[in-house]
């Protein structure tokens, strides 16, 4: 079956960022299927690896963009992505957001090609940026409620990275079938380090007797990673033996180095910058508690967060400065604390949690791993995954008669 895989974002191993789509691309042509990916990146690249050829497009994105600069990239990538996709011959086309945009080389290189359309939804556009105040235009959300609506109805099916993502889509188009295969964890990748905790401590300077909290990912707006570093601050304050890291960059990426120098704190021990994939399935491990945070916002709660995957991965429990799903399903399993939106108010829960052992980090570790192992190895959504593909070439809806009075 050929596959053509539609992803703005899309990362190799060896780079910084999102995984998802590249563990999903080089096990569909493990599975046998012929895949080919459309991407964007700095610069146009077209390579092939374990299988997958991959056609990088000349379409730069970082996430310190200013809003516009964001809706030039992706409307740039829209633009060369249909033309691209609609000549490769396809059995299935499958596309991913964010952003929304990436729907519609999609749905064109599916109406071209008379191949099935699959689209997986990552964010809910335009809700998501609305609720942020990110997109107010009233025109600009009208289009793209529009383009929203357009991709459901266009979908043999939806795959969606969470239940509250899912009924966002339902909401819309409620006809559309939908699947929720959630972001995985990489249980396999992490073990080597799981096993050399110690020597990797050593190597990084990470004292025994320091609890060490860990956060990689990205520095942009709604993540709140000044939160964490005030954390890190009020820690240091009280004299505490903790040492908090976050590496990567972003729209807050100053901002959080004038928190750190307020506080006393090395900007560059708390913030030593972005790290390949590589680098955290090697250094997670070694630490003793992930961080998730988020901007106080519901509509981020329903987000599938790649980083706490990555912990499950890695057995090491979350805390949270967030409410939501995530929060819910690790709480319930044991592996995992959500803290107060108050820096200072966490770091008293955090340390009195740990003394009074309603966070015991060695417990939290067994559970981490074992709910990732049970529900969210990569191997077992790669299956479901899979099968959502497969049954939409196997499977085409019948072509699409809604006239425009439907659409409203």
């Not at 990239?73 to 249909?82: K, Q």
């Not at 508690?289 to 599938?304: F, K, R, W, Y």
């Not at 690790?330 to 959500?338: F, M, P």
């Not at 052992?357 to 969210?376: H, K, P, T, Y």
């Amino acid at each position: 079956m050929r596959i053509v895989y539609i992803h703005q974002h899309f990362n190799f191993p060896w780079e910084p960022g999102w995984q998802r789509p590249w563990q999903f691309a080089r096990r569909l042509a493990r599975a046998g299927h012929e895949v080919t990916v459309i991407c964007g990146g700095r610069e146009a690249a077209r390579r092939r690896l374990d299988g997958v050829e991959v056609r990088r497009l000349a379409v730069p994105y970082e996430n310190a963009m200013a809003f516009g600069q964001r809706v030039r990239s992706f409307i740039s990538f829209m633009t060369r992505a249909s033309w691209f996709a609609s000549k490769v011959k396809a059995d299935v086309v499958f596309a991913s957001s964010t952003p929304l945009t990436t729907a519609v080389p999609g749905m064109i290189a599916s109406t071209i090609r008379r191949a099935p359309f699959v689209f997986e939804v990552r964010d809910l556009w335009p809700e998501a940026p609305v609720a942020l105040g990110f997109l107010k235009n009233r025109g600009a959300i009208w289009a793209a409620e529009k383009l929203e609506k357009a991709a459901y109805r266009s979908a043999d099916h939806v795959i969606a990275l969470s239940p509250g993502m899912e009924a966002g889509v339902k909401r819309v188009w409620p006809k559309v079938g939908t699947t929720v295969v959630p972001n995985a964890s990489d249980v396999e990748n992490f073990a080597p380090s799981r096993h050399s905790r110690s020597e990797v401590r050593a190597e990084l300077g990470w004292a025994d007797d320091e609890t060490v909290l860990f956060y990689a990912g990205s520095f942009g707006v709604t993540y709140d990673v000044p939160w964490l570093i005030q954390l890190a601050g009020e820690l240091h304050q009280r004299g505490e033996k903790f040492r908090v890291v976050a590496y990567g960059e972003g729209a807050d990426t100053e901002k959080c180095r004038r928190v750190a120098s307020g506080f006393g704190l090395s900007p560059l021990q708390v913030l030593p910058g972005k790290i390949p994939r590589t680098e955290i399935e090697r250094m997670l491990p070694a630490a003793d508690i992930a961080v998730s945070t988020l901007v106080d916002n519901p509509s981020l709660e329903i987000n599938s967060l790649n980083k706490v995957f990555d912990a499950l991965a890695a057995a090491r429990p979350v805390v949270f400065n967030h409410a939501g799903w995530l929060p819910e399903v690790l709480a319930a399993n044991n592996a995992g604390w959500q803290l107060s939106r108050n820096p200072a108010t966490a770091a008293d829960q955090l340390l009195e949690g740990m003394r009074s052992g309603l966070i015991d980090v060695s417990s939290g570790s067994q559970a981490a791993l074992a709910l990732a192992q049970r529900e969210f190895d990569r191997d077992l959504l790669f299956d479901k995954f899979l099968s959502v593909v497969e049954n939409a070439a196997r499977h085409p809806r019948t072509p699409n008669t809604t006239t425009p009075s439907q659409v409203g």
